[in-house]
């Protein structure tokens, strides 16, 4: 039997992306309504979830804190995103920070996990109250985080949006200067993002949410884990231990302390590494 050389492209490039990225994180929030099963997640494979903290107008993600309990007990890695909008940036940031602190300390769980990773949802605001968040309100967010953390956060977005704004003639080199110290949590459903200036590669890649990915083959990217259906789903780039290096790296620990770091840190994959995905889309 011949098989096209497209499908036996497309098998290879598939192989290349398993062996060179890890599908190994979930995001959620209080929108996910069922009670997550982490102990089957992490059977799955799933090394960290990054969590919903805080939202506009200066509320808290009511699953946060029970969340973080039962994740964190079972091994798994631990992370915060605020959603921002056009209110106070200071304020916002100091808002994350004192509920992610709050729930940190009075998180019963020995031993401690390192830190919790801290991103910026920087997306378009349609259904909370005030607004979306502009260029230079998420410039001042970041810089207060990295001012009271010593981190600068992720920033999270569209691949369209984040292009589109940043590439406004009103946003200064200044500006993304100081975005580009972030590292980039990026969503696209329809295929893998391409440089997204000011930054150089993605580190985190959003390739479902709510069950939405068009992604081939689709065996390649599953759209649940474990007892969650339509999941947010993410592949980092390289594999899980280097996905634990760089979340040790770029961590929070609300207690003062730095987080450990291993004696043989792994380095994640550069830009080059990472295969592209569009010749999978030009063959289907």
Same mark, same amino acid.
């Given at each position: ?120 949802? &920087? ?17 001042? &967010? ?103 290096? &760089? ?32 010749? &999978?889309?030009?063959?289907?």
């Amino acid at each position: 039997m011949k098989v096209p050389v497209t499908h036996i492209l497309f098998l290879l490039q598939t192989l290349q992306v398993c062996a060179l990225a890890s599908n190994s994180v979930v995001n959620l929030s209080h929108y996910d309504g069922m009670r997550p099963d982490f102990g089957r997640m992490k059977e799955e494979g799933i090394v960290g979830v990054i969590h919903e903290a805080t939202y506009p107008r200066f509320d808290r993600d009511s699953q946060y804190s029970v969340r973080q309990q039962a994740a964190t007990r079972v091994g798994l890695l631990w992370g915060a995103y605020h959603f921002g909008d056009a209110t106070d940036p200071i304020r916002q940031a100091d808002h994350f920070l004192t509920v992610v602190e709050t729930s940190w300390s009075q998180a019963n769980l020995e031993p401690r996990p390192n830190g919790i990773l801290l991103v910026l949802d &920087f997306e378009k605001n349609g259904h909370y109250p005030g607004g979306t968040m502009r260029v230079d309100q998420a410039v001042a &967010f970041v810089e207060r985080i990295r001012e009271r953390t010593g981190k600068y956060p992720g920033v999270y977005g569209s691949e369209n949006r984040l292009r589109a704004v940043l590439n406004n003639s009103k946003v200064s080199s200044a500006q993304r200067e100081v975005l580009s110290k972030c590292w980039l949590w990026i969503a696209n459903y329809h295929y893998q993002p391409r440089a997204t200036e000011p930054w150089n590669h993605w580190h985190l890649w959003q390739y479902t949410g709510d069950g939405r990915c068009d992604l081939r083959p689709r065996a390649a990217y599953p759209k649940s884990v474990a007892n969650i259906v339509r999941a947010e789903r993410n592949i980092f780039r390289g594999s899980s231990a280097a996905l634990e290096d &760089f979340w040790q790296e770029h961590a929070w620990n609300p207690a003062g302390k730095t987080p450990k770091k291993k004696s043989q840190p792994r380095r994640s994959l550069e830009a080059s590494t990472v295969p592209t995905l569009q010749p &999978f889309l030009d063959a289907r």
